[in-house]
RNA sequence: GCCGGGUUAGCUCAGGGGCAGAGCAACCGCCUUGUAAGCGGUAGGUCGUGGGUUCAAUUCCCACACCCGGCUCCA
């Protein structure tokens, strides 16, 4: 290279050579003039810059693109700053706070003047505004400065001014990465003359790069997150590089609001939350609660042979059980209020472990019997607060498939690589492949229990987590207080992820209720608990396993198996004998007379999701047939009814053997 | 708990200071049907609850309950 030229390093280890004082776009522009007409950012060295930013010699430098995932991130960032500039134009005097890219969107956290909230006519207004300035193709121009300069110039966004300061002071930490980088340094981004906002950047090159964005809703939020803090209104939209990666997304939003599991719980007939019970509480009705039985019998059948042993235990307890737990002491808040009784006060169970360790302190344990592993389906009541309720997966009054394991120190490792197989496969059953790990280590402003247990503890799970041989985040003091624990999150059919079972370390019950077992050495030792829910909560699962299927639950689940259609009144009687002899199999069956037209009998079996339509006519009479209508599938004429038999026992084969309990 | 929005027939939703509306579902009748909506009729409502304003409130105002979208929370 000389003076006149530079050379940089392509992603696949290229090298190109370009004239000093070249700029990403131009390297793209020298690749080809779609990847040009595509770039909106570089990646140099590691660090996103704008894409207008002249390279060093020796750099590595790859295009960003708007069809990547850095890429959407840039235009969304920038579209947010489009919407804060539409937002301070429609609401002059507004304070604009921070507005980052998030999953499929961004937002942005305003303080309006005179305490104003958006309105959906604000939305509209806004998204006019929004568009009028991305048609004005504004530039994005850096300008990094000091911060006093900075300071300055955002001196009327008090904001503004907060994030500058912890810059200058070092307090800038996660919730600022998106305003400024952690350098110290500032950095702002002007679009003109009047609209210039703190960013840390990239951006695209001009706002005429954005514009397949929407405004999707309006919502409050606390500035920083802090609850004594502002309330700020806060604006989400959603961006995309292009009109059809926009409409997509749209698309995928309303395929999701059709599995809502509170709408298909309606629909179904599955379950519902009469106001008169009061909120976050429901009733199964038939359709639902044969679905839950059977999720429930599953659950027993596979705890009896993984080795756990049945317990019961009442819905209330006095007091000095929750005294003596350290809920009341921890948890007040989130139990429901107290009943006063002529021999003491009373709480509904907000856990089952304290009764679990009533159990194992009854009498003196001996090593020999450990690891004990106790299980309940034990339903819990928490006060969770009015705002947090939603449908099945947040409730005030649920089941948890609990169970609590009690062991020695050299057992936990095994115990938890054995527990995260059993919750795997049991996982595996409902149709979940896809798992995520999580980590969660010790909180150090608060915690129980020595340095040396907590590592033990950490190093069994994560020795549990390696020898499955799985990927794992950590997340450092996200621990409860008590142990440390690894979360499993599952994916469902359309990609959302759950957080469902966990498994969680607990030194601190043992040593409350003072529970003991004698050892091999004939002296005293204190247990280690492990507190291990699989489906976390029985309603929470349920409601995750219904959007999982859209409804279309798996034969083995679905609250009806078979619906037998006669085709006309004239094959009634043979429709009743093939539901007679389908119920003996142990099939869960029924029929629709013939009093609608065939095709409105089958429309709604459809509707009802029923895994199998059997319609039977003249010659299925004459032969002993069915034609099979299979859910998502082809119909297939004149099957014997024992081949039918034969098949639908197969479908539900391994789940079927818990008919046997 | 906080910020918004909402609650009208079983469901989905329209309406709006003066007789309460539709589609689907339900019920009744006709149709006797071969693989996703046959036809006709009937019934269905204290417009979430309580208070207020008004000659008059389902409609406007206030409180409460419940729901929805977020925030916070989920030991």
Redesign the pocket.
């Known amino acids: 290279m000389n003076a006149a030229t530079l050379d940089v390093t392509l992603p696949d280890g290229s090298v190109r050579t370009l004239p000093a004082g070249s700029t990403g776009l131009d390297l793209a522009q020298s690749i080809g003039s779609r990847l040009a007409k595509a770039a909106i950012a570089a990646m140099v060295n590691g660090q996103e810059v704008d894409i207008s930013v002249p390279l060093s010699n020796g750099a590595q430098v790859a295009i960003i693109t708007a069809d990547s995932d850095a890429g959407r991130h840039v235009l969304r960032h920038s579209t947010a700053h489009v919407l804060a500039q539409a937002v301070l134009q429609h609401f002059p005097g507004a304070k604009f706070t921070i507005g980052p890219a998030i999953e499929d969107g961004f937002y942005y956290d305003f303080e309006l003047p005179d ?1 104003k ?3 959906d006519n604000d939305l509209e207004a806004i998204t006019e505004r929004m568009r009028a300035i991305v048609k004005a193709d504004q530039p994005f121009v850096r300008a990094e400065m000091s911060a006093a300069e900075a300071l300055e110039l955002f001196a009327d966004q008090p904001y503004k001014c907060e994030i500058i300061e912890r810059v200058t002071t070092g307090a800038a930490d996660g919730s600022d990465a998106s305003e400024v980088s952690g350098d110290g340094s500032v950095s702002v981004y002007r679009n003109t003359e009047s609209f210039v906002d703190l960013c840390r950047g990239p951006h695209v090159p001009s706002t005429a790069r954005l514009g397949h964005f929407a405004l999707m ?6 500035w920083r ?3 004594k803090g502002p ?1 700020l ?2 604006i ?1 939209g959603t961006a995309w590089e292009s009109k059809s990666a926009l409409d997509e997304h749209i698309t995928r939003l309303a395929e999701a609001e059709k599995r ?1 599991h ?2 298909l719980a ?2 179904m007939d599955l379950l519902s ?1 009469p ?1 008169e019970l ?3 509480l429901a009733v199964w009705h038939p359709k639902g609660a044969i679905v839950r039985k059977i999720m429930e019998d599953y659950s027993r059948y596979r705890h009896q042979h993984g080795g756990y042993q049945f317990v019961f235990s009442p819905h209330i307890a006095n007091a000095q059980l929750f005294e003596t737990s350290g ?1 009341l002491h ?2 007040k808040d ?1 139990m429901y209020p107290p009943m006063e009784m002529d021999n003491g006060t009373y709480y509904p169970k ?2 089952n472990c304290p009764m679990h360790c009533l159990i194992f302190r009854d009498r003196q344990r001996s090593y020999r019997e450990l690891p004990l592993r106790l299980f309940e389906l034990g339903t ?1 009541y ?1 006060y ?8 099945l997966l ?1 409730i005030r009054g649920f089941t948890q498939d609990d169970s609590h394991i009690f062991c020695t120190e050299d057992q936990m490792a095994d115990e938890i690589t054995s527990l995260l197989d059993f919750v795997l496969s049991v996982l595996r059953q409902f149709g979940f492949n896809d798992f995520e790990f999580k980590l969660s280590t010790r909180d150090l402003e608060k915690s129980v229990g020595s340095d040396e247990i907590w590592d033990k503890a950490t190093t069994a799970l994560r020795e549990a987590l390696n020898r499955h041989g799985v990927e794992y985040s950590v997340k450092e003091g996200d621990a ?3 142990g440390p624990k690894i979360d499993i999150d599952v994916r469902d059919a359309i990609g959302r992820k759950w957080q469902l079972s966990t498994i969680q370390c607990d030194f601190n019950l043992p040593e409350r209720f003072g529970l003991e077992y004698i050892g091999s050495d004939n002296s005293r030792h204190r247990p280690i608990m492990l507190h291990r829910a699989l489906f976390g909560s029985v309603e929470r699962f349920f409601g995750v396993l219904l959007e999982h299927y859209g409804g279309a639950f798996p034969a083995w689940l679905s609250p009806v198996q078979v619906r037998v259609l006669a ?4 094959h009634e009687e043979y429709a009743q004998s093939l539901v007679k002899r389908l119920r003996a199999e142990g099939f869960r069956v029924d029929t629709a007379e ?7 009998r ?2 709604s079996a ?2 009802e999701r029923v895994p199998f ?1 059997l ?7 004459k032969n002993n047939t069915v ?1 099979v ?1 299979p859910r998502g599938g082809e ?1 297939i ?1 004149d099957v014997q009814v024992d081949a039918f038999i034969a098949q639908l026992h197969e479908e539900t084969r391994t789940e079927t053997a818990i008919g046997n309990l």
């Open positions: 305490n909230t958006f309105s809703k309006v919502a409050g939020a606390y997150g802090n609850e309330m209104q806060r989400y809502d509170r709408r309606t629909e939350f106001s009061g909120g976050g809920h921890f948890y989130g907000p856990m819990v928490r969770e607060r009015a705002g947090t309720l939603h449908g947040r409860a207080f008590y085709v006309t009144s004239q013939a009093d609608e037209q065939l095709g409105k089958i429309r459809k509707l339509v319609v039977v006519g003249d010659d299925d009479v034609g209508n119909v004429r």
